[in-house]
């Protein structure tokens, strides 16, 4: 069962920051919506950096570089480091590196945007599609598209310029070659932005994935797979028991940080309602706690 914080019990939130040395946060829905914070966002992080608690953020959200996000980031006013921000982009680019160990003749097609890219060119991973000119057409495709043994991976992530020629080309590599790799970055259906709820990575993956069928099972490596906290464990040592994991959704975030020994915080300012927690139909994962906003630890600084 949930233990649902209220700001009118401060005490409750100094004993919850007490209990947990490590901090993941996801980001969008959580810390900001498009490019607007979540009123208090910036003051709890400084109040958790100033009580020697470890930050991290973990976002599923694959159209931008860790690079990148250190300029939002910055543009926002929040301290942030390139170390302590992982993404699914990040992660996809890592697991093709450092755990298939792709070869350096082959190569990957991607349907993605800029920072999927640069991840990848990181990590040293030749890769086609993407933002190439060629493929960013309302045309169908023109010519056959000839199977390419070279194409050792399609990898899906969220593409905002999607069209029919990249669904096809995708389908091609794959189709044609049963070694193919059929990776996506997350299988979010949705994400909370400025603009309203817009459909997600796994909304651009879903027509891949229907006119594969089951027999091209998608290996997704963003949360709440494990491949996302295997890749902060490599670089950061902390003590599950002591970790606690911030988000939005209760099936990526909060699914996340149950699968990997996690404690969870739920906020209300995303994906997830209460009615998602309440309702007749049991939610595929419960946090252990639930306050309306990221926000409501404020209260920490009038406790100092």
């Not at 914070?37 to 973990?58: M, P, Y």
Request: glycine fraction near 8%; hydrophobic fraction near 40%.
């Amino acid at each position: 069962m949930s233990v649902y914080l209220n700001s009118e019990k401060p005490e409750d939130y100094l004993a919850l920051v007490d209990k947990y040395d490590t901090w993941l946060f996801d980001c969008d829905g959580v810390l900001w919506r498009g490019d607007s914070l979540i009123d208090g966002a910036k003051e709890v992080l400084e109040l958790l950096r100033a009580r020697q608690k470890s930050v991290l953020f973990v976002t599923n959200n694959a159209t931008k570089s860790r690079r990148n996000y250190k300029k939002k980031f910055d543009a926002l006013g929040i301290e942030a480091h390139v170390d302590e921000v992982y993404g699914s982009a990040f992660a996809a680019a890592v697991y093709l590196s450092s755990v298939i160990k792709l070869s350096k003749d082959k190569k990957v097609y991607v349907i993605g945007m800029s920072g999927l890219e640069e991840e990848l060119k990181d990590e040293g991973i030749s890769f086609i599609g993407g933002t190439d000119p060629a493929d960013h057409t309302l045309l169908p495709p023109q010519d056959e598209i000839p199977p390419d043994p070279s194409v050792a991976a399609v990898l899906v992530g969220l593409d905002t310029a999607i069209n029919y020629t990249k669904l096809s080309k995708a389908f091609r590599y794959l189709h044609s070659n049963p070694e193919c790799l059929f990776l996506a970055t997350n299988e979010d259906s949705t994400y909370p932005s400025d603009k309203g709820l817009l459909p997600g990575a796994g909304s651009i993956l879903a027509p891949l994935k229907y006119s594969l069928g089951e027999s091209r099972p998608v290996t997704a490596i963003g949360k709440p797979n494990s491949v996302m906290l295997d890749c902060i464990k490599a670089k950061h040592d902390f003590d599950p028991k002591r970790t606690i994991m911030v988000g939005d959704r209760l099936n990526t975030d909060i699914q996340f940080g149950k699968g990997g020994g996690l404690a969870t915080l739920l906020v209300l300012t995303g994906i997830a309602s209460e009615k998602d927690l309440k309702g007749p139909t049991p939610p595929i994962a419960i946090p252990d706690y639930v306050t309306s906003s990221i926000g409501d630890l404020r209260v920490l600084g009038e406790q100092a």
